[in-house]
Nanobody, 123 residues
Framework: VQLQASGGGLVQAGGSLRLSCAAS????????MGWFRQAPGKEREFVAT????????YYVDSVKGRFTISRDNAKNTVALQMNNLKPEDTAVYYC?????????????????WGQGTQVTVSS
């Protein structure tokens, strides 16, 4: 699976951005898709994952109620809608994929990574 993330940019605090990740391959629907992020000087951290069907999602506590992960298996895409952005959300955001049905929140559990897209939130 090849992943191509897009949609990052510069936004003021309180604003919104929508990240998108396009995946190649015919088995996209058999991957649990996710987003991670890495802020300057920090380790990469889990943000959200979504199940095959989209029926179950998990989020890191710091984004609950503000971010929404979704997927469209017909279009092989996964999105991250980010609302009420805060300066601490500034990071490079990575799309991730893991085969199987289990959710994940660790780097080492990811099978495929996208190239990353920069999100900068100004105060």
């Amino acid at each position: 699976v090849q992943l191509q993330a897009s949609g990052g940019g510069l936004v003021q605090a309180g604003g919104s951005l929508r990240l998108s990740c396009a995946a190649s391959g015919r088995t996209f629907s058999r991957y649990v898709m996710g987003w991670f992020r890495q802020a300057p000087g920090k380790e990469r951290e889990f943000v959200a994952t979504i199940s095959w069907s989209g029926g179950s999602t998990y989020y890191v506590d710091s984004v609950k109620g503000r971010f929404t992960i979704s997927r469209d298996n017909a279009k092989n895409t996964v999105a991250l809608q980010m609302n009420n952005l805060k300066p601490e959300d500034t990071a490079v955001y990575y799309c991730a994929a893991r085969s199987g049905s289990n959710h994940y929140n660790r780097d080492l559990d990811v099978d495929y990574w996208g190239q990353g897209t920069q999100v900068t939130v100004s105060s």
